[in-house]
């Protein structure tokens, strides 16, 4: 299992960035995509799963109103669309995957490198 997340960089705050997870090597046991972040001095905190089969999409209240997360049709590719950007943030996100619906991260077995979102006031 490989996971890739890319897309991030700097923004001004209310600005748009659309992060990428490429995901290879799954199998059906792995059917769920997470996106996590951390931000410098935080604890990791999850911000929304996405089920690979059936799009369903559950968001964490960081995330809620402002990010979408949605696949590609080959179901490889996760998407994390988050618009109306803000200082907060700013983090290294993450993607993992995990045989649950859930967003502990501690269920989550696999992860990729992050990619860092800084967004600027």
């Known amino acids: 299992v490989q996971l890739q997340a890319s897309g991030g960089g700097l923004v001004q705050a209310g600005g748009s960035l659309r992060l990428s997870c490429d995901a290879s090597?799954?199998?059906?046991?792995?059917?769920?995509i997470g996106w996590f972040r951390q931000a410098p001095g935080k604890e990791r905190e999850g911000v929304g799963y996405?089920?690979?089969?059936?799009?369903?999409?559950y968001y964490a209240d960081p995330a809620k109103g402002r990010f979408t997360i949605s696949r590609d049709n080959d179901k490889k590719t996760i998407y994390l669309q988050m618009n109306g950007l803000k200082p907060e943030d700013t983090a290294v996100y993450y993607c993992?995957?995990?045989?649950?619906?859930?967003?502990?991260?501690?269920?989550?077995?696999?992860w990729g490198q992050g990619t860092l979102v800084t967004v600027s006031s």
């Open positions: 993992a995957t995990s045989n649950m619906p859930t967003i502990d991260e501690y269920d989550y077995h696999y």
């Open positions: 090597g799954f199998t059906l046991d792995y059917a769920v």
């Open positions: 996405i089920i690979r089969s059936n799009g369903a999409v």
